[in-house]
């Protein structure tokens, strides 16, 4: 059976005022990978894009080609990270609401709630960060709620919108800091709706949180975005000097090695990406292409060296063989993600690879579905 592969989207790739004042006129996305410096002999930077360029996505026709793609890529629909923060406030919002206004491109997608604020953050030479609050993610109340609600209701609403067991999906970043109220709240409205009910996805990265409680909370799924083997996990003291001590650890290892600290081997941590747990109909796996921090956070960046078209092809094929026995409407997978370049962490071609990413996964998909 052919799944569903869902890839998260950054809908950042053109100029808008906040960016202008922020970070000076004209910064986008693309300036941050265009000045991206190889940090060690071998280093794969900069990452130059081939196929689609330099793009803004401004223009339709480029919207057009990325979801041609992503189909030929075996993608079944992008999930645009959308960002609300509060009181109507939103952040580069004009590249979807041309997307659901304009129909095009004819291509299936999803929201995915990034609810956190944003920070200019300072790299310190000793690792840690100087964060300055740029725009601070607030859920005001209920009348904020009702106004969020009728935005995402437009989309939900949408021929296109990715649905599961009848369901609109509706993934959320941080998913521990929405009020259960505010949760409460858009469930029983999207049922009011005339929908089944809300399909709330959980994305589990919190150390300080277990799967649980997502569902406590009313969360339908959860999906762990790993980036390799991880820290060391649990919430006891014992837990926390752990982690503490395998950061030092890490820190003073890359400085004898003349390497990032956080730097890992695709080749030998891609079946940490999928674990056993995955094949519960309650977690949707994700699948991880490429990942290189660095051109955002520099040296203390964490990056995956020889990630390569054909190990993702074999982590692809693991997460595939975790969903196949999951009830039909739930052979999910997130793909993180199509277009973050700024994190090394894309699908589309470049100098590198050319297609090799998207061929990678399209024969994947193609083996699974004849089986």
Known sequence: MKPQIIAFYLPQFHPFKENDEWWGKGFTEWTNVGK???????????????????YDLRLPIVREQQAQ?????????????????????TLIADIFDDV???????????LGWANHSWYAKN?????????????????????????????????????????VDGKPLLYIFAPYQVPQG??????????????????????????HHTEQDAFDMGYDAVSYQRLGKGL???????????????????????????????????????HYLIQPHDADERVIPCILPQWDHTPRSGWNG???????????????KEALDIIRNKKPDHHILFLKSWNEWGEGNMMEPDLTYGRGFVEALRKAVDEESVK
């Open 182 to 207: 505010y949760l409460d709240h858009l469930k029983q409205w999207t049922k009011d709706a005339g929908f089944p009910g809300l399909y709330l996805v959980a994305n589990k990265v919190d150390l």
């Open 69 to 89: 793609l992503a189909r030929e890529a075996g993608v079944t629909a992008f999930c645009y990270w959308h960002y609300w923060f509060g009181n109507g406030k």
């Open 232 to 270: 060391p996990k649990g919430n006891t003291i014992w837990d926390k000097i752990k982690r503490q001590s395998y950061i030092r650890w890490r820190k003073v290892s890359g400085f004898f090695r003349h390497r990032p600290p956080f730097m890992e081997d695709y080749r030998k941590v891609y």
């Open 100 to 110: 659901l206004a304009s129909g095009k491109p004819d291509f299936p997608f999803c």
């Open 302 to 316: 964490s990056l995956l060296v020889h990630a390569e078209p054909k190990y993702f092809y074999k982590h692809v």
């Open 36 to 54: 991206a410096k190889p940090l060690f002999k071998g280093h794969n930077q900069p990452r130059v894009p081939t196929e689609l360029g330099y």
């Open 123 to 163: 790299w310190n030479s000793d690792g840690t960060t100087t964060n300055k609050l740029l725009i601070e993610q607030t859920y005001p109340g209920l009348e904020d709620e009702k106004m969020h609600f009728a935005f995402l209701l437009k989309a939900f609403k949408d021929p296109r919108y990715v649905k």
